[in-house]
């Protein structure tokens, strides 16, 4: 699933007590469509702790000037998630949604080199991938046309040279995924990152898809229901009967979480009935703890995009902690890891992609698309080990370039390789290497 999170609280002041009632918006016509701001400059503003109550102000007259305004009032609903305001957003995007389903990003160039079409879904900000900060300041134009299964597409459909599938990988996206499937065998564009390739990223999926591939680790990885954990706390079950290479330490996390959320290590048996009682979820994932600790004392968490199925880094995480969240990780207060994160971008490609291309080719070639990121560290003995595989990755340039000088001509490497990408699989019918 898709791993976007920027949110500032505390700033949402009377904005909500202000908006027009919803239900006189949705029997209105919609206007002519503006563009989009767009996710990624207004998550530039809250990512660098700036005050986006006054841009929710500005939307907020645009609409109340205008209330058939779709992109003022899904720019608003953008605004409102970042804030934190989450139910109110949403509710938003709805209205938005109401008036229109297809919405072109402001972008760099008149005209474009290239129309991308981002097929997306209703929802928060982990649904989709988000694909503005890979083309911001570019001269691809991004369209997002909203889909769902009980919606028809449109006809015809908006004018596009490329499509791309930015839903992510979860249980609820599931049967969208599927129904994208059906819709998308004749489309008349190529496709990147077909629906049924990006339905196989499950953590269990990516597990299955990649654990004999030489030179890596990736322990197997299971879905277990409560049920069946309770039993396994009250010692009625051993874990070995469930999981293949698995004894404690296990971890376990909620099917469909993020960001660490609800991950735990667990070390015994009595451990799980604990774990659960703070835990409301019905099903869990659960695979052997792999120690990974550097000789400093430190885990490293690397964050590799395959363009084309060209491996480029995009983050390297150190901290003392094995859930590794860049965020929380301490590089942004220590110059040490900043300066080691530096070094490891610059010998990428001569050390850590040739040191492990066999099995980054392999990687690339088993997932199949055309875009799609995995995090990853390495196990004691060398080897890749993996943690997951995901289109949705977040990847952009929005870390202050006074902290991290060598960021953003590592993410302008990434953000030009993926737009030759596009203007090459514009041209021909994307690979498939998957059964």
């Given at each position: 699933?898709?791993n976007f999170?920027?949110?500032?609280?505390?700033?949402?002041?009377n904005?909500?007590?202000?908006?027009?009632?919803?239900?006189?918006?949705?029997?209105?016509?919609?206007t002519?469509?503006?563009?989009?701001?767009?996710l990624?400059p207004l998550?530039?503003?809250?990512?660098?702790?700036?005050?986006?109550?006054?841009?929710a102000?500005?939307?907020?007259?645009r609409?109340k000037?205008?209330?058939?305004?779709?992109?003022?009032?899904?720019?608003?609903?953008?605004?409102?998630?970042?804030?934190?305001?989450?139910?109110?957003?949403?509710e938003l995007?709805?209205?938005?949604l109401?008036l229109?389903?297809?919405?072109?990003?402001?972008?760099?160039?008149?005209?474009?080199?290239?129309?991308?079409?981002?097929?997306?879904?209703?929802g928060?900000?982990?649904?989709?991938?988000?694909?503005?900060?890979?083309?911001?300041?570019?001269?691809?134009?991004?369209?997002?046309?909203?889909?769902?299964?009980?919606?028809?597409?449109?006809?015809?459909?908006p004018?596009?040279?490329?499509?791309?599938v930015s839903?992510?990988q979860?249980?609820?996206?599931?049967?969208?995924?599927?129904?994208?499937?059906?819709l998308m065998?004749?489309?008349?564009?190529?496709?990147?990152?077909r629906p049924?390739?990006?339905?196989r990223?499950?953590?269990?999926?990516?597990?299955?898809?990649?654990?004999?591939?030489?030179?890596t680790?990736?322990p197997a990885?299971?879905?277990?229901?409560?049920?069946?954990?309770e039993?396994?706390?009250?010692?009625?079950?051993?874990i070995?009967e469930?999981?293949?290479d698995?004894?404690?330490?296990?971890?376990?996390?909620?099917v469909?979480?993020?960001?660490g959320?609800?991950?735990?290590?667990?070390?015994n048996?009595?451990?799980?009935?604990?774990?659960?009682?703070?835990?409301?979820?019905a099903?869990?994932?659960?695979?052997?703890?792999?120690?990974?600790?550097?000789?400093?004392?430190?885990?490293?968490?690397?964050?590799?995009v395959?363009?084309?199925?060209?491996?480029?880094?995009?983050?390297?995480?150190?901290?003392?902690s094995?859930?590794?969240?860049y965020?929380?990780?301490?590089m942004?207060e220590?110059?040490?890891?900043?300066a080691?994160e530096?070094?490891?971008f610059?010998?990428?490609?001569?050390?850590?992609?040739?040191?492990?291309?066999?099995?980054?080719r392999?990687?690339?070639?088993?997932l199949?698309l055309?875009?799609?990121?995995?995090?990853?560290?390495?196990?004691p003995?060398?080897?890749?080990?993996?943690?997951e595989?995901?289109?949705g990755?977040?990847?952009?340039?929005?870390?202050p370039p006074e902290?991290?000088?060598?960021?953003?001509?590592?993410?302008?490497?990434?953000?030009?390789?993926?737009?030759?990408?596009?203007l090459?699989?514009?041209?021909r019918?994307?690979?498939?290497?998957?059964?």
């Amino acid at each position: 699933m898709g791993n976007f999170s920027v949110t500032q609280h505390g700033r949402r002041g009377n904005l909500c007590e202000k908006f027009p009632p919803a239900g006189a918006l949705r029997t209105l016509e919609p206007t002519t469509p503006r563009k989009l701001t767009g996710l990624a400059p207004l998550a530039r503003i809250a990512f660098n702790g700036g005050d986006l109550t006054p841009v929710a102000t500005h939307y907020l007259e645009r609409w109340k000037s205008d209330a058939a305004d779709a992109d003022a009032v899904m720019d608003l609903s953008t605004v409102l998630q970042l804030m934190g305001e989450q139910e109110q957003g949403l509710e938003l995007q709805s209205i938005a949604l109401d008036l229109r389903r297809h919405y072109r990003v402001v972008g760099a160039t008149e005209p474009p080199a290239l129309r991308l079409l981002s097929i997306h879904t209703p929802g928060d900000l982990t649904r989709n991938n988000t694909l503005e900060f890979l083309v911001e300041s570019t001269d691809v134009e991004l369209q997002l046309l909203y889909v769902t299964e009980d919606t028809p597409l449109p006809d015809p459909l908006p004018d596009h040279d490329l499509a791309i599938v930015s839903v992510c990988q979860s249980r609820r996206n599931h049967s969208l995924l599927q129904h994208l499937e059906g819709l998308m065998k004749d489309w008349p564009r190529p496709v990147l990152c077909r629906p049924r390739l990006i339905d196989r990223l499950s953590r269990d999926g990516v597990a299955g898809l990649l654990r004999d591939i030489p030179g890596t680790v990736v322990p197997a990885t299971i879905t277990l229901a409560r049920q069946t954990l309770e039993q396994l706390g009250r010692s009625e079950m051993v874990i070995s009967e469930l999981l293949p290479d698995g004894d404690f330490p296990i971890i376990i996390r909620p099917v469909d979480s993020d960001k660490g959320f609800g991950l735990a290590k667990i070390t015994n048996a009595d451990e799980i009935v604990d774990y659960l009682k703070g835990r409301p979820e019905a099903s869990f994932y659960t695979a052997r703890f792999v120690e990974y600790r550097n000789d400093d004392g430190q885990y490293r968490k690397y964050r590799i995009v395959f363009i084309g199925g060209e491996p480029y880094v995009c983050h390297m995480a150190i901290s003392p902690s094995w859930i590794v969240h860049y965020m929380s990780a301490g590089m942004f207060e220590n110059p040490e890891k900043r300066a080691e994160e530096a070094r490891f971008f610059e010998s990428f490609e001569e050390d850590f992609a040739l040191r492990h291309r066999h099995a980054l080719r392999l990687i690339a070639e088993r997932l199949a698309l055309e875009y799609v990121g995995i995090d990853c560290g390495e196990a004691p003995d060398g080897r890749l080990l993996l943690f997951e595989a995901d289109s949705g990755m977040t990847v952009h340039s929005m870390d202050p370039p006074e902290l991290f000088p060598y960021k953003r001509p590592q993410m302008r490497k990434v953000f030009q390789a993926f737009r030759e990408m596009l203007l090459h699989m514009g041209e021909r019918r994307p690979f498939e290497n998957a059964a």
